[in-house]
């Protein structure tokens, strides 16, 4: 059975750095799937923040996040992570991990497309 768990989350001030960690279990998911990183937030659509191919040759940023969020992962962990720096207020919502298959050199843009889900993480910025 395959679990992605995410951790990380909290209460920051605006500016602040977090990391948030997806440590998948069950199959070698870090290596073998594109991870990308949702977020939603109080009455909004769930989007892309992040993502990065299986190979890690091709990523993802949505424009809000570029510059100030990094996505990278450890293979030998099968842990993905987000390095969130320069934190805004309009970054505040549940951050979730997912995984998609049959995606070796691209990033999904669609939740569709990811077969596996983390139970989520609360960021929450103030200002």
């Known amino acids: 059975q395959v679990q992605l768990i995410e951790s990380g989350g909290g209460l920051v001030q605006a500016g602040d750095s977090l990391r948030l960690s997806c440590a998948a279990s069950?199959?070698?998911?870090?290596?073998?799937?594109?991870i990308g990183w949702f977020r939603q937030a109080p009455g909004k659509q769930r989007e892309l923040v992040v993502g990065?191919?299986?190979?890690?040759?091709?990523?993802y940023y949505t424009d809000s996040v570029k510059g100030r969020f990094t996505i990278s992962k450890d293979n030998a962990k099968n842990t993905v992570y987000l390095q969130m720096n320069s934190l805004k207020p309009e970054d505040t919502a549940v951050y979730y991990c997912?995984?998609?298959?049959?995606?070796?050199?691209?990033?999904?843009?669609?939740?569709?497309?990811?077969?596996?889900w983390g139970q989520g993480t609360q960021v929450t910025v103030s200002s």
């Open positions: 069950g199959r070698r998911i870090a290596s073998t799937y594109a």
């Open positions: 997912a995984a998609a298959p049959y995606s070796a050199n691209t990033v999904p843009k669609s939740g569709y497309a990811y077969t596996y």
């Open positions: 990065i191919s299986a190979s890690a040759g091709s990523t």
